[in-house]
């Protein structure tokens, strides 16, 4: 079920900032794409995220902002059981081009190598959480 202030699909395809929590508990702030209704993150052996969902995949992730130049205040909070999936190059370009551009001869090179290293061999995977409950509030307000 989802409550909804404002569209969501157009506030999610901003380079906006989430932070997923997982058991422990833990909270970690993360770039993601949200696509096919689900929410895409890039996590490997550098981060603890796939052990945490893999022990328990029940997680929250909250995308807000807040401006308090133009009152501007928004946010959608997400839950449910999260996945970690196969990586794949495609969607990868799709999430790090929204958040860096499309020239890729421009990104640093940490971000160049989840495109072009061997995804199996680097450990790079996709945590997908496909909501089971999202609600997007507006909380915005008049700026005098």
């Known amino acids: 079920m989802t409550r909804t202030d404002f569209d969501i699909d157009t506030f999610l395809a901003g380079p906006l900032t989430a ?13 993601f794409l949200w696509e096919d209704g689900a929410f895409w993150i890039l996590t490997g052996p550098w981060a ?3 052990e945490h969902v893999r022990a328990d995949p029940a997680v929250a992730l909250v995308v807000d902002e807040c401006d308090v130049v133009t009152g501007t205040v928004r946010q959608v909070v997400a839950r449910g059981r999260a996945e970690i999936l196969p990586f794949d190059v495609p969607r990868g370009r799709r999430k ?3 958040y860096l551009g499309d020239d890729e001869s421009a990104w640093d090179a940490r971000f160049r190598r989840y495109l072009y290293d061997d995804a199996d061999e680097r450990g790079t995977r996709w945590l997908r959480l496909r909501p089971e409950s999202m609600t997007a509030q507006d909380l915005s307000y008049v700026v005098r």
């Open 48 to 50: 603890r995220l796939a």
């Open 19 to 31: 932070r997923v929590a997982t058991n422990g508990p833990t909270v970690r702030p993360t770039w």
């Open 96 to 98: 790090l081009a929204r």
